[in-house]
């Protein structure tokens, strides 16, 4: 079975469905069954949405965490300038000592997820 048209609510050809289904609706796939010479619309719904709680990670005092800092944020990259931060170009990331950021601006933008080198003083 191949899916060859996927189409977002809205477009033409899914009014219908945005009636009945209303915010749940994701996208409408039309697949193609070349075996039973049949074409097949699927929906895909939203059945659940919760509200995730922030994630826990315990990082030392002294591991390096990734920070991002928008380019356009000046006044942040000169702080990660003074916390002694380092700048990493191949991953456009600023590296910077956990305990220097704590409660300060700069504890928003750290990345977790980001590949963390396990840098360390």
Not at 89 to 116: C, N
Request: hydrophobic share 35%.
């Amino acid at each position: 079975m191949i899916a060859r048209l996927k189409l977002k609510p809205g477009q033409k050809g899914t009014k219908a469905l945005v009636e009945k289904y209303g915010d749940a609706l994701v996208c409408v796939r039309y697949r193609y069954d070349e075996a039973c010479r049949t074409r097949i619309k699927t929906v895909e719904l939203i059945v659940e949405r919760k509200e995730l709680s922030p994630v826990q990670v315990n990082v030392s005092d002294l591991t390096l965490v990734p920070v991002q800092i928008a380019y356009s944020e000046t006044a942040l990259k000169e702080m990660a300038k003074k916390m002694g931060g380092r700048w990493d170009p191949e991953v456009r990331l600023w590296y910077i000592q956990h305990e220097k950021i704590k409660g300060t601006d700069l504890e928003k933008h750290i990345i977790f997820d980001a590949s963390m080198k396990n840098k360390t003083s």
